[in-house]
């Protein structure tokens, strides 16, 4: 995608123009399912799990009840409660690349990472993007526990809970079956 859409565009144009240095973001969430993988539905809200630099106060230039959401009725979200594959970010991709440049650059994570950062919440809506990325991108489940196993598992506060979501068996050619 060449740029995103309306409010987004401009919220992020806005964004960079006040930024006092240079910000790569890793985007997780909504945000990043519908408009970097095209699954249409809403998001107010660009999550996101690492800022660089991290001593930004990009809550109080672009969060939630800063001015700037207020005037394009979207805003920005650190991710508290997420954990990403340890070696997620040799895979990133940058969204937008020929776009925000000058001072601020976002990056999506590939499929395979952005469904395991969903892992422990859980929600319905994370399990309708995974559903939705396996069948649009025709994702393997056996690269999916691989990744877990290998990447995430020691990590997470209940590995055993996760491991019912990921766990072979509960995985089919459509995407995850929970």
Request: hydrophobic fraction near 40%; proline fraction near 10%; include cysteine.
């Amino acid at each position: 995608m060449p740029e995103p859409p309306s409010p987004w565009r401009e919220f992020l144009v806005a964004l960079g123009a006040i930024l006092p240095e240079p910000v790569s973001l890793h985007c997780v969430g909504g945000f990043v399912v519908s408009f970097f993988y095209g699954l249409p539905r809403p998001t107010g809200d660009i999550d996101y799990y690492t800022a660089i630099p991290a001593n930004l106060n990009l809550e109080g230039l672009a969060g939630r009840e800063s001015p700037l959401a207020a005037k394009h009725k979207v805003y920005l979200q650190r991710v508290a409660v997420n954990n990403m594959p340890e070696d997620y970010e040799t895979r990133l991709t940058e969204m937008f690349p020929s776009r925000f440049r000058k001072n601020l650059r976002l990056f999506a994570p590939d499929p395979y990472d952005l469904i395991l950062s969903k892992l422990e919440r859980n929600s319905p809506k994370d399990r309708d993007d995974a559903v939705y990325l396996f069948k649009k991108l025709d994702l393997v489940p056996e690269a999916l526990q691989e990744r877990y196993q290998k990447e995430l598992r020691l990590n997470l506060a209940i590995p055993a809970r996760e491991d019912l979501v990921v766990l072979p068996t509960n995985l089919d050619s459509q995407g995850l079956v929970f």
